[in-house]
Protein backbone atom coordinates (compact mmCIF):
# COMPACT_ATOMS: atom_id res chain seq x y z
CA UNK A 1 0.00 0.00 0.00
CA UNK A 2 2.00 3.27 -0.97
CA UNK A 3 -0.26 5.20 1.59
CA UNK A 4 0.53 5.84 4.96
CA UNK A 5 -2.51 4.28 6.59
CA UNK A 6 -3.29 1.27 8.61
CA UNK A 7 -6.17 -0.56 7.40
CA UNK A 8 -6.90 -1.02 11.09
CA UNK A 9 -7.84 2.37 11.47
CA UNK A 10 -10.84 3.10 13.16
CA UNK A 11 -13.66 4.74 11.29
CA UNK A 12 -13.34 7.59 13.58
CA UNK A 13 -9.81 7.97 13.22
CA UNK A 14 -9.90 7.53 9.73
CA UNK A 15 -12.76 10.58 9.70
CA UNK A 16 -10.52 12.90 11.71
CA UNK A 17 -7.42 12.59 9.06
CA UNK A 18 -9.69 13.45 6.18
CA UNK A 19 -11.18 16.31 8.28
CA UNK A 20 -7.87 17.34 9.08
CA UNK A 21 -6.39 16.69 5.04
CA UNK A 22 -3.88 14.48 6.33
CA UNK A 23 -5.59 12.23 3.41
CA UNK A 24 -8.08 12.91 0.88
CA UNK A 25 -11.62 10.78 1.18
CA UNK A 26 -10.26 9.56 -2.19
CA UNK A 27 -7.10 8.48 -1.03
CA UNK A 28 -8.88 6.28 1.54
CA UNK A 29 -11.29 4.73 -0.70
CA UNK A 30 -8.29 3.85 -3.04
CA UNK A 31 -6.76 1.91 -0.10
CA UNK A 32 -9.78 0.20 0.66
CA UNK A 33 -10.45 -1.05 -3.10
CA UNK A 34 -6.99 -2.36 -2.98
CA UNK A 35 -7.18 -4.27 -0.39
CA UNK A 36 -10.92 -5.81 -1.44
CA UNK A 37 -9.25 -6.33 -4.75
CA UNK A 38 -6.33 -8.59 -2.70
CA UNK A 39 -8.39 -10.12 0.08
CA UNK A 40 -12.02 -10.93 -1.28
CA UNK A 41 -10.97 -13.75 -3.89
CA UNK A 42 -9.98 -15.54 -0.78
CA UNK A 43 -12.85 -14.04 1.83
CA UNK A 44 -15.42 -13.38 -0.33
CA UNK A 45 -17.15 -11.14 1.52
CA UNK A 46 -17.74 -8.31 -0.91
CA UNK A 47 -20.46 -9.26 -3.91
CA UNK A 48 -21.13 -5.81 -6.20
CA UNK A 49 -19.43 -2.66 -6.22
CA UNK A 50 -19.09 0.15 -8.54
CA UNK A 51 -15.33 1.72 -8.54
CA UNK A 52 -16.35 4.79 -10.85
CA UNK A 53 -19.59 5.64 -8.62
CA UNK A 54 -17.61 5.47 -5.65
CA UNK A 55 -14.74 7.35 -6.80
CA UNK A 56 -17.27 9.99 -7.83
CA UNK A 57 -18.61 10.12 -4.55
CA UNK A 58 -15.49 10.26 -2.45
CA UNK A 59 -13.96 13.25 -5.26
CA UNK A 60 -17.46 15.17 -4.48
CA UNK A 61 -16.92 14.82 -0.65
CA UNK A 62 -13.76 16.21 -0.94
CA UNK A 63 -14.50 19.32 -2.38
CA UNK A 64 -17.15 20.01 0.09
CA UNK A 65 -14.59 18.96 2.83
CA UNK A 66 -12.07 21.88 0.99
CA UNK A 67 -14.78 24.47 0.76
CA UNK A 68 -15.36 24.17 4.34
CA UNK A 69 -18.49 22.24 4.32
CA UNK A 70 -19.25 20.36 7.41
CA UNK A 71 -20.58 16.60 5.23
CA UNK A 72 -20.71 14.61 8.67
CA UNK A 73 -18.84 12.74 11.36
CA UNK A 74 -17.95 10.16 9.15
CA UNK A 75 -16.92 12.12 6.03
CA UNK A 76 -14.89 10.40 3.08
CA UNK A 77 -14.78 6.94 5.23
CA UNK A 78 -15.18 3.96 3.01
CA UNK A 79 -18.44 1.46 4.10
CA UNK A 80 -20.40 -1.73 2.56
CA UNK A 81 -24.27 -1.67 2.56
CA UNK A 82 -25.34 -5.39 3.86
CA UNK A 83 -27.25 -6.72 0.85
CA UNK A 84 -30.74 -6.90 2.25
CA UNK A 85 -31.28 -3.34 2.33
CA UNK A 86 -31.77 -1.22 -0.33
CA UNK A 87 -29.36 1.89 -1.49
CA UNK A 88 -29.75 4.10 -4.50
CA UNK A 89 -27.68 3.18 -7.77
CA UNK A 90 -27.57 0.03 -5.97
CA UNK A 91 -29.07 -3.67 -6.81
CA UNK A 92 -30.30 -5.63 -3.52
CA UNK A 93 -30.31 -8.83 -4.26
CA UNK A 94 -31.08 -10.13 -0.73
CA UNK A 95 -28.16 -12.85 -1.40
CA UNK A 96 -30.61 -15.17 -3.45
CA UNK A 97 -30.60 -16.11 -7.81
CA UNK A 98 -34.00 -16.06 -7.31
CA UNK A 99 -34.22 -11.48 -6.46
CA UNK A 100 -35.47 -9.32 -9.35
CA UNK A 101 -32.68 -7.67 -11.48
CA UNK A 102 -32.22 -4.04 -11.53
CA UNK A 103 -31.00 -0.95 -9.59
CA UNK A 104 -32.98 0.54 -6.19
CA UNK A 105 -34.16 3.91 -6.93
CA UNK A 106 -34.14 5.09 -3.34
CA UNK A 107 -32.07 4.54 -0.04
CA UNK A 108 -33.77 2.92 3.35
CA UNK A 109 -33.44 5.22 6.27
CA UNK A 110 -30.26 3.44 7.17
CA UNK A 111 -28.37 4.23 4.37
CA UNK A 112 -30.19 7.71 4.01
CA UNK A 113 -28.37 8.16 7.21
CA UNK A 114 -25.11 6.52 6.20
CA UNK A 115 -24.71 9.14 3.47
CA UNK A 116 -26.05 11.80 5.72
CA UNK A 117 -22.59 10.98 8.04
CA UNK A 118 -20.36 11.31 5.18
CA UNK A 119 -19.82 7.85 4.69
CA UNK A 120 -18.27 6.40 0.92
CA UNK A 121 -20.70 3.66 0.11
CA UNK A 122 -18.15 1.42 -2.07
CA UNK A 123 -20.21 -1.82 -2.10
CA UNK A 124 -22.72 -4.82 -0.73
CA UNK A 125 -21.73 -7.29 1.43
CA UNK A 126 -22.35 -11.05 1.32
CA UNK A 127 -25.48 -12.65 3.55
CA UNK A 128 -27.36 -15.84 3.51
CA UNK A 129 -30.10 -15.94 1.21
CA UNK A 130 -33.41 -13.50 2.94
CA UNK A 131 -30.50 -13.09 6.27
CA UNK A 132 -32.61 -16.28 8.61
CA UNK A 133 -29.37 -18.35 8.96
CA UNK A 134 -26.21 -17.17 11.42
CA UNK A 135 -23.51 -18.15 8.40
CA UNK A 136 -22.88 -15.67 5.41
CA UNK A 137 -23.40 -19.08 3.14
CA UNK A 138 -25.82 -19.02 -0.59
CA UNK A 139 -25.81 -20.58 -3.83
CA UNK A 140 -26.09 -17.06 -5.91
CA UNK A 141 -22.46 -16.09 -4.58
CA UNK A 142 -20.93 -18.40 -2.41
CA UNK A 143 -19.50 -18.84 0.82
CA UNK A 144 -17.98 -16.21 2.97
CA UNK A 145 -14.82 -17.18 4.65
CA UNK A 146 -13.58 -15.99 8.42
CA UNK A 147 -10.40 -14.36 8.14
CA UNK A 148 -9.15 -15.79 11.41
CA UNK A 149 -9.39 -19.06 9.85
CA UNK A 150 -10.69 -19.39 6.53
CA UNK A 151 -12.00 -23.01 6.89
CA UNK A 152 -14.53 -21.02 9.19
CA UNK A 153 -17.58 -19.32 8.90
CA UNK A 154 -17.86 -15.54 9.85
CA UNK A 155 -21.52 -15.83 11.44
CA UNK A 156 -24.16 -14.10 10.29
CA UNK A 157 -26.05 -12.73 8.71
CA UNK A 158 -24.00 -9.73 8.39
CA UNK A 159 -20.68 -12.16 7.76
CA UNK A 160 -19.84 -10.37 4.86
CA UNK A 161 -19.67 -7.16 6.43
CA UNK A 162 -17.45 -9.04 9.66
CA UNK A 163 -15.22 -10.35 7.21
CA UNK A 164 -14.34 -6.75 5.57
CA UNK A 165 -14.12 -5.43 8.50
CA UNK A 166 -12.03 -7.39 10.20
CA UNK A 167 -9.81 -8.10 7.27
CA UNK A 168 -9.23 -4.18 7.17
CA UNK A 169 -11.11 -3.76 4.19
CA UNK A 170 -13.36 -1.56 5.71
CA UNK A 171 -13.18 0.11 9.26
CA UNK A 172 -16.75 -0.07 9.48
CA UNK A 173 -19.52 -1.62 7.86
CA UNK A 174 -23.60 -1.47 7.86
CA UNK A 175 -25.42 -4.75 9.25
CA UNK A 176 -28.68 -5.70 10.35
CA UNK A 177 -29.83 -8.04 13.47
CA UNK A 178 -33.33 -10.19 13.69
CA UNK A 179 -31.66 -13.21 16.20
CA UNK A 180 -27.99 -12.29 16.31
CA UNK A 181 -26.94 -11.26 12.86
CA UNK A 182 -24.58 -8.39 14.19
CA UNK A 183 -23.81 -9.95 16.99
CA UNK A 184 -22.82 -13.51 16.40
CA UNK A 185 -20.62 -12.60 13.10
CA UNK A 186 -18.97 -9.89 15.49
CA UNK A 187 -18.30 -12.51 17.76
CA UNK A 188 -16.65 -14.84 15.12
CA UNK A 189 -14.54 -12.28 13.86
CA UNK A 190 -13.14 -10.33 16.93
CA UNK A 191 -15.68 -7.48 16.76
CA UNK A 192 -17.70 -5.11 18.60
CA UNK A 193 -21.16 -5.49 17.20
CA UNK A 194 -23.97 -3.58 19.04
CA UNK A 195 -27.72 -4.49 18.75
CA UNK A 196 -29.42 -1.18 18.97
CA UNK A 197 -32.93 -1.15 20.97
CA UNK A 198 -35.82 -1.92 18.95
CA UNK A 199 -36.68 1.26 17.13
CA UNK A 200 -33.59 3.17 17.73
CA UNK A 201 -32.51 3.51 13.83
CA UNK A 202 -35.15 3.81 11.68
CA UNK A 203 -35.72 2.01 8.90
CA UNK A 204 -37.92 1.81 5.82
CA UNK A 205 -39.69 -1.22 6.45
CA UNK A 206 -38.67 -2.89 9.71
CA UNK A 207 -38.07 -6.19 9.29
CA UNK A 208 -39.60 -9.20 10.99
CA UNK A 209 -42.14 -6.56 12.68
CA UNK A 210 -39.25 -4.66 14.36
CA UNK A 211 -37.59 -7.81 15.57
CA UNK A 212 -34.54 -6.77 13.47
CA UNK A 213 -32.64 -3.69 13.58
CA UNK A 214 -30.48 -1.63 11.70
CA UNK A 215 -26.77 -1.12 13.28
CA UNK A 216 -23.24 -1.14 12.10
CA UNK A 217 -19.80 -3.56 12.80
CA UNK A 218 -16.78 -1.69 14.44
CA UNK A 219 -13.65 -2.57 15.80
CA UNK A 220 -13.74 0.33 18.68
CA UNK A 221 -16.52 1.23 21.26
CA UNK A 222 -16.16 4.67 20.16
CA UNK A 223 -16.80 3.61 16.47
CA UNK A 224 -19.85 1.76 17.63
CA UNK A 225 -21.41 4.95 19.75
CA UNK A 226 -20.51 7.32 17.04
CA UNK A 227 -22.16 5.30 14.46
CA UNK A 228 -25.16 4.98 16.50
CA UNK A 229 -25.55 8.72 16.82
CA UNK A 230 -25.59 8.65 13.34
CA UNK A 231 -28.00 5.82 12.04
CA UNK A 232 -30.46 6.72 14.94
CA UNK A 233 -31.31 10.71 14.02
CA UNK A 234 -35.28 10.48 14.08
CA UNK A 235 -37.40 10.27 11.41
CA UNK A 236 -41.04 11.54 9.95
CA UNK A 237 -40.62 8.62 7.69
CA UNK A 238 -41.78 5.46 10.01
CA UNK A 239 -44.30 4.90 12.58
CA UNK A 240 -41.75 4.09 15.50
CA UNK A 241 -39.27 5.71 17.07
CA UNK A 242 -37.50 4.94 20.21
CA UNK A 243 -37.05 7.60 23.24
CA UNK A 244 -34.37 10.14 22.43
CA UNK A 245 -31.48 9.33 24.51
CA UNK A 246 -30.00 12.20 27.52
CA UNK A 247 -27.06 12.81 25.28
CA UNK A 248 -25.27 12.25 22.20
CA UNK A 249 -24.12 8.16 22.59
CA UNK A 250 -20.05 9.03 21.56
CA UNK A 251 -20.09 11.43 25.08
CA UNK A 252 -20.64 8.08 26.92
CA UNK A 253 -17.86 6.80 25.97
CA UNK A 254 -14.94 6.97 28.68
CA UNK A 255 -17.70 8.17 31.12
CA UNK A 256 -18.04 6.19 34.57
CA UNK A 257 -20.45 3.36 34.24
CA UNK A 258 -20.08 3.54 37.97
CA UNK A 259 -20.20 0.14 40.30
CA UNK A 260 -22.94 -1.88 38.82
CA UNK A 261 -24.98 -5.35 39.08
CA UNK A 262 -24.02 -7.85 36.71
CA UNK A 263 -25.50 -11.47 35.92
CA UNK A 264 -23.40 -14.17 34.60
CA UNK A 265 -25.18 -16.27 32.65
CA UNK A 266 -23.56 -19.67 31.23
CA UNK A 267 -26.21 -22.07 30.97
CA UNK A 268 -29.41 -22.11 28.22
CA UNK A 269 -33.03 -23.40 28.69
CA UNK A 270 -33.08 -24.73 25.14
CA UNK A 271 -30.87 -26.68 26.41
CA UNK A 272 -27.38 -26.31 24.34
CA UNK A 273 -24.11 -27.14 25.25
CA UNK A 274 -21.67 -24.20 25.79
CA UNK A 275 -17.99 -24.99 24.61
CA UNK A 276 -15.36 -24.60 27.84
CA UNK A 277 -13.55 -21.47 25.24
CA UNK A 278 -17.33 -19.85 25.18
CA UNK A 279 -17.74 -20.44 29.19
CA UNK A 280 -14.45 -19.43 30.15
CA UNK A 281 -14.86 -16.14 28.32
CA UNK A 282 -18.07 -15.16 30.13
CA UNK A 283 -16.12 -16.72 33.42
CA UNK A 284 -13.35 -14.33 32.61
CA UNK A 285 -15.20 -11.68 31.92
CA UNK A 286 -16.81 -11.60 35.45
CA UNK A 287 -13.28 -11.84 36.89
CA UNK A 288 -12.52 -8.79 34.27
CA UNK A 289 -15.60 -6.73 35.99
CA UNK A 290 -15.26 -8.16 39.86
CA UNK A 291 -11.80 -6.37 39.73
CA UNK A 292 -13.26 -3.28 37.98
CA UNK A 293 -15.70 -2.27 41.32
CA UNK A 294 -18.69 -4.35 39.91
CA UNK A 295 -20.47 -6.17 41.68
CA UNK A 296 -21.09 -9.72 40.10
CA UNK A 297 -23.01 -13.09 40.29
CA UNK A 298 -23.92 -15.74 38.58
CA UNK A 299 -28.04 -16.28 37.63
CA UNK A 300 -29.00 -19.77 38.13
CA UNK A 301 -31.42 -19.82 34.94
CA UNK A 302 -31.75 -18.82 31.94
CA UNK A 303 -34.65 -16.02 30.82
CA UNK A 304 -36.17 -17.57 28.16
CA UNK A 305 -39.04 -18.98 28.05
CA UNK A 306 -39.11 -21.62 25.78
CA UNK A 307 -42.99 -21.23 24.67
CA UNK A 308 -42.17 -18.01 22.71
CA UNK A 309 -40.17 -19.74 20.66
CA UNK A 310 -43.19 -20.89 18.31
CA UNK A 311 -44.66 -17.49 18.04
CA UNK A 312 -41.14 -16.12 17.10
CA UNK A 313 -41.13 -18.48 14.29
CA UNK A 314 -44.78 -17.43 13.13
CA UNK A 315 -43.33 -13.93 12.53
CA UNK A 316 -40.32 -14.83 10.86
CA UNK A 317 -42.32 -17.10 9.06
CA UNK A 318 -44.91 -14.81 7.60
CA UNK A 319 -42.05 -11.87 7.24
CA UNK A 320 -41.51 -13.27 3.67
CA UNK A 321 -44.07 -12.22 2.48
CA UNK A 322 -42.15 -8.98 2.58
CA UNK A 323 -40.26 -9.74 -0.16
CA UNK A 324 -41.56 -8.43 -3.94
CA UNK A 325 -40.32 -9.95 -7.41
CA UNK A 326 -39.06 -13.25 -5.90
CA UNK A 327 -38.87 -16.07 -8.30
CA UNK A 328 -39.97 -18.22 -5.75
CA UNK A 329 -39.50 -21.98 -7.57
CA UNK A 330 -35.37 -20.36 -7.88
CA UNK A 331 -35.06 -19.67 -4.34
CA UNK A 332 -32.93 -21.91 -2.01
CA UNK A 333 -35.04 -24.97 -0.53
CA UNK A 334 -34.54 -23.87 2.96
CA UNK A 335 -36.29 -20.74 2.46
CA UNK A 336 -38.70 -22.31 0.21
CA UNK A 337 -39.90 -24.67 2.97
CA UNK A 338 -40.14 -21.57 5.79
CA UNK A 339 -42.13 -19.28 3.24
CA UNK A 340 -44.78 -22.02 2.83
CA UNK A 341 -44.46 -22.75 5.91
CA UNK A 342 -45.33 -18.56 6.58
CA UNK A 343 -48.00 -19.11 4.18
CA UNK A 344 -50.12 -21.22 6.55
CA UNK A 345 -49.84 -18.14 9.63
CA UNK A 346 -53.08 -16.77 9.10
CA UNK A 347 -53.87 -13.15 10.21
CA UNK A 348 -55.67 -14.33 13.11
CA UNK A 349 -52.54 -16.44 14.39
CA UNK A 350 -50.10 -13.96 13.45
CA UNK A 351 -51.58 -11.27 15.65
CA UNK A 352 -51.68 -14.04 18.82
CA UNK A 353 -47.96 -14.72 17.92
CA UNK A 354 -47.76 -11.20 18.33
CA UNK A 355 -49.53 -10.72 21.26
CA UNK A 356 -47.66 -13.63 23.14
CA UNK A 357 -44.41 -12.08 22.41
CA UNK A 358 -45.17 -9.20 23.61
CA UNK A 359 -47.06 -10.53 26.84
CA UNK A 360 -43.71 -13.04 27.20
CA UNK A 361 -41.63 -9.33 27.13
CA UNK A 362 -42.36 -7.79 30.77
CA UNK A 363 -41.30 -10.72 32.25
CA UNK A 364 -37.86 -10.61 31.13
CA UNK A 365 -37.11 -7.38 31.09
CA UNK A 366 -38.26 -6.66 34.48
CA UNK A 367 -35.14 -8.25 35.99
CA UNK A 368 -33.29 -5.32 34.49
CA UNK A 369 -33.02 -2.41 37.75
CA UNK A 370 -34.81 -5.10 40.17
CA UNK A 371 -31.92 -7.83 40.02
CA UNK A 372 -29.15 -6.86 38.12
CA UNK A 373 -28.16 -4.01 35.73
CA UNK A 374 -26.58 -5.85 32.82
CA UNK A 375 -26.62 -9.33 32.00
CA UNK A 376 -23.44 -11.05 30.16
CA UNK A 377 -23.15 -14.17 28.60
CA UNK A 378 -21.66 -16.01 25.22
CA UNK A 379 -22.59 -14.44 22.17
CA UNK A 380 -22.56 -17.50 20.72
CA UNK A 381 -22.19 -21.00 22.32
CA UNK A 382 -19.81 -22.53 20.43
CA UNK A 383 -16.66 -21.12 18.13
CA UNK A 384 -17.18 -20.35 14.48
CA UNK A 385 -19.05 -23.36 12.37
CA UNK A 386 -16.86 -24.71 9.26
CA UNK A 387 -17.61 -22.80 6.20
CA UNK A 388 -19.88 -24.40 4.13
CA UNK A 389 -21.73 -26.98 6.76
CA UNK A 390 -24.89 -25.39 7.97
CA UNK A 391 -25.82 -24.65 4.69
CA UNK A 392 -25.65 -28.09 3.41
CA UNK A 393 -27.47 -29.38 6.44
CA UNK A 394 -30.33 -26.43 5.91
CA UNK A 395 -30.76 -27.96 2.01
CA UNK A 396 -30.44 -31.52 3.34
CA UNK A 397 -33.65 -31.00 5.56
CA UNK A 398 -35.81 -28.10 4.27
CA UNK A 399 -37.92 -26.48 6.78
CA UNK A 400 -35.83 -27.82 10.05
CA UNK A 401 -33.98 -25.15 11.42
CA UNK A 402 -30.14 -27.11 11.14
CA UNK A 403 -28.89 -27.71 14.73
CA UNK A 404 -25.67 -25.26 14.73
CA UNK A 405 -28.26 -22.63 13.35
CA UNK A 406 -30.36 -23.09 16.32
CA UNK A 407 -27.44 -23.39 18.90
CA UNK A 408 -25.55 -20.70 17.74
CA UNK A 409 -29.01 -18.16 17.75
CA UNK A 410 -29.10 -19.52 21.98
CA UNK A 411 -27.79 -16.47 23.80
CA UNK A 412 -29.11 -13.78 21.34
CA UNK A 413 -32.39 -14.63 19.95
CA UNK A 414 -34.54 -13.57 23.29
CA UNK A 415 -33.26 -10.16 22.96
CA UNK A 416 -34.69 -9.58 19.14
CA UNK A 417 -37.97 -10.48 20.78
CA UNK A 418 -37.62 -8.25 24.48
CA UNK A 419 -36.15 -5.51 22.20
CA UNK A 420 -33.67 -4.57 24.72
CA UNK A 421 -29.86 -3.25 23.32
CA UNK A 422 -27.28 -5.65 23.33
CA UNK A 423 -23.56 -5.50 22.10
CA UNK A 424 -20.97 -8.47 21.98
CA UNK A 425 -17.42 -7.31 22.45
CA UNK A 426 -13.96 -9.73 21.52
CA UNK A 427 -13.16 -10.10 25.34
CA UNK A 428 -11.24 -13.43 24.64
CA UNK A 429 -9.68 -15.91 22.03
CA UNK A 430 -9.92 -19.48 22.39
CA UNK A 431 -6.74 -22.03 22.82
CA UNK A 432 -6.61 -22.22 18.88
CA UNK A 433 -6.38 -18.28 18.50
CA UNK A 434 -10.24 -17.91 17.23
CA UNK A 435 -12.24 -14.95 18.81
CA UNK A 436 -14.37 -15.39 21.28
CA UNK A 437 -17.25 -12.72 21.59
CA UNK A 438 -18.77 -12.48 25.62
CA UNK A 439 -22.41 -10.61 25.04
CA UNK A 440 -23.76 -7.75 27.44
CA UNK A 441 -27.24 -7.24 27.64
CA UNK A 442 -29.10 -3.95 28.93
CA UNK A 443 -32.14 -2.54 30.05
CA UNK A 444 -34.86 -1.21 27.87
CA UNK A 445 -33.31 1.66 25.94
CA UNK A 446 -30.17 1.32 27.88
CA UNK A 447 -27.45 1.88 25.04
CA UNK A 448 -25.91 4.46 27.32
CA UNK A 449 -24.77 2.10 29.86
CA UNK A 450 -23.99 -0.73 27.88
CA UNK A 451 -21.34 2.18 25.93
CA UNK A 452 -20.12 3.44 29.22
CA UNK A 453 -18.93 -0.37 30.78
CA UNK A 454 -17.90 -1.61 26.64
CA UNK A 455 -15.76 1.06 26.67
CA UNK A 456 -14.58 0.66 30.45
CA UNK A 457 -13.63 -2.93 29.31
CA UNK A 458 -11.87 -1.38 25.93
CA UNK A 459 -9.56 -0.08 28.07
CA UNK A 460 -8.77 -2.58 30.58
CA UNK A 461 -8.53 -5.70 28.17
CA UNK A 462 -7.99 -3.61 24.92
CA UNK A 463 -8.07 -5.77 21.75
CA UNK A 464 -7.53 -3.08 19.32
CA UNK A 465 -3.79 -4.83 18.56
CA UNK A 466 -5.25 -7.92 17.58
CA UNK A 467 -5.20 -8.84 13.73
CA UNK A 468 -6.25 -12.20 12.04
CA UNK A 469 -3.82 -14.27 10.36
CA UNK A 470 -4.94 -13.42 7.17
CA UNK A 471 -4.90 -9.93 7.37
CA UNK A 472 -1.15 -10.02 9.12
CA UNK A 473 0.19 -11.66 6.26
CA UNK A 474 -1.31 -9.24 3.86
CA UNK A 475 0.11 -6.25 5.93
CA UNK A 476 3.65 -7.69 6.36
CA UNK A 477 3.16 -7.78 9.74
Not at 149 to 165: E, K, L, M
Amino acid sequence: MSLDLDPFTSAVDLAERIRSRELTPLEALEASLDRIDRLNPVLNAVVWRDDASSRAQAEEIGKRIAAGEDVGPFAGVPTLVKDLTKARGQPATYGSAAAPEGISEEDDLVVAAMRRAGFVLCGRSNTPEFGPLPVTENTRYGITRNPWDTARSPGGSSGGAAAAVASGMVPLAHGNDGGGSIRIPSSCCGLVGLKPSRWRVPSSTPAWFGMAVEGALCRTVADAATVLDCLSAPSLLTWEQAPAPERPFATEVGADPGPLRIALLTTSSLGVEVEASCRAAVEDAGRLLEGLGHQVELLAEDLLDTSAVGPFLDVVNSAYGGFEGIDWDRVEPHNRAWREAGSEVDALTLVSSLNALRRATPHVVEHWGRDFDVLVTPTIPIEPPIAGEVLAEAHAEPGTPPLAAFVMVAFTILFNMTGQPAVSLPLSQSPSGLPVGVQFVGGPWGEDRLLRLASQLEVAAPWKDREPPLAMAETGT
